[in-house]
């Protein structure tokens, strides 16, 4: 069981394992200090079209498990810069992101970035 006083690889494992079962994974991105984190953190979708307003149900599901929605809610990318971030965020372990999920995300996202885009002055 032990090396020399020190735990085996097997028992660090183990505890390990342990460790994050409890208290959840370690994310570098949780510890960050996002100025997006500060802003609101839920929409008003209730004029949005239904199916929409679907859209945003699983992404505020999905999206809430690793960070606060304020996060995306908060934050301005292009269209196509949305599409690559929900495949990343995808794709992360624990994500519980499957595709179809991943286009309803990115779907609610493109929407809503555009309704932002619409009511912000030009750039």
């Known amino acids: 069981m032990t090396n020399g006083g020190f735990p085996s690889k097997a028992v660090l494992a183990t505890l390990t394992a342990s ?6 994974p370690a994310r570098a991105e949780d510890k960050k200090d996002f100025a997006a984190d500060k802003g609101p ?5 209730s004029a949005y079209p239904p ?6 149900r699983v992404f505020s599901a999905k999206c809430s498990k690793c960070h606060t929605l304020a996060r995306p809610i ?3 990318l292009t ?3 949305w599409k ?8 992360k372990p624990d994500s519980g992101i ?5 286009k309803r995300i990115y779907s609610f996202l493109k929407f809503y970035q555009g309704e932002k885009d619409a009511k912000s002055p030009a750039k």
């Not at 953190?41 to 979708?45: G, Q, R, T």
């Not at 690559?84 to 794709?91: C, E, L």
């Open 41 to 45: 953190d839920k929409v008003d979708v």
């Open 19 to 24: 460790l994050t079962f409890l208290v959840g």
């Open 79 to 81: 269209i196509d810069a």
């Open 74 to 76: 908060n934050t301005d």
């Open 84 to 91: 690559m971030y929900v495949k990343r965020m995808s794709n």
């Open 51 to 56: 199916e929409v307003q679907e859209d945003y």
């Open 98 to 102: 499957n595709p179809d999920q991943g």
